[in-house]
């Protein structure tokens, strides 16, 4: 199937109030967004038109935008209304939402007090982010050289784009490698996620997840969590090191763009998808879409 490049797609996205023709959406070259990185974003899934979980990941735009120092010009119910409106323009059936927020070109140096605060929405389908064979079996991970930086250098506690430099090193040289993904570690060496996904590993029949004091405690993450211990399963919400990864017997991550995906390898160690992992991703599934068939 041919992919279209993200700038030569045909529809529309809302941007800055109004809709316009996608391929007009642009912003000059010279923006501080894209040399400073003062951008913060989301992504939200669209099930059967419904946006899962709206109003949180907006509440997190808004966080992580007051924590960049940006002032959002619009209110949280616009934002919101302006995603339902732009799946609904765009015909968005199963699909991905971006809300994206930058600091424009009215100035250009470290000092951005006098830009233009722009903000866009896109849509697009996307039904799935990993392959089916590869959620059958489990993806591969490969432990990364950077590390996730301490909540006191960076606002680790925001999705901004400058976070994700880091990320995108990763996957890369995973993906060189011949593994899907790469598993970081922080600056204590501690387990803590993978390029944009959190990390739940199955011990003995108890669910194990890394405190997100240097990463995001993401939405899906805590959906996850509610679902588990509604089902009576233990969680526990600790320090993870490399050595326990050994003692797993499941692992999968979660996040808004992967659901729950189950782990097959990571470096040299292989693990089964297991009872754990299949009933939390189908619990979930049923939870965020109401025309899903457990049929695997």
Known sequence: MEIIP??????????????????????????????????VFEGLRVYGEKIYKLEDHTNRLFFSAQRMGIDVPYTKDEINNAQEDTIKKMNIKYGYVRPV?????????????????????????????????????????????????????????????????????????????GYTDALMLDYKGRVSESTGSNIFLVINGEIHTPVPDCFLNGITRQAVIEIAKNEGINVIERDIYPDEISKAEEIFLTGSAVEVTPVGKIDNQNFKVGDITTKISSLYMKEVDPNYEDND
Not at 10 to 30: D, K, M, P, R, S
Not at 112 to 129: F, G, H, L, M, S
Not at 141 to 170: E, F, H, N
């Open 101 to 177: 927020i930058w600091r424009g070109s009215e100035m250009m140096a470290i000092s951005a007090q006098k830009n233009k605060i722009n903000v866009a929405v896109a849509t697009w389908e996307w039904p799935t982010y990993f392959t089916k064979e590869d959620r059958l079996k489990g993806i591969s991970l490969q432990t990364a050289v950077w590390k996730r930086p301490p909540p006191d250098c960076i606002p680790t506690d925001t999705k901004a784009a400058g976070l994700y430099m880091i990320c995108t090193l990763s996957k890369h040289e995973a993906e060189k490698n």
């Open 6 to 39: 993200f700038d030569k797609r045909i529809g529309f996205i809302w941007y800055n109030g109004e809709f316009v023709e996608w391929q007009n959406a642009t912003t000059h070259v010279l923006n501080h967004g894209l040399h400073y990185g003062s951008c």
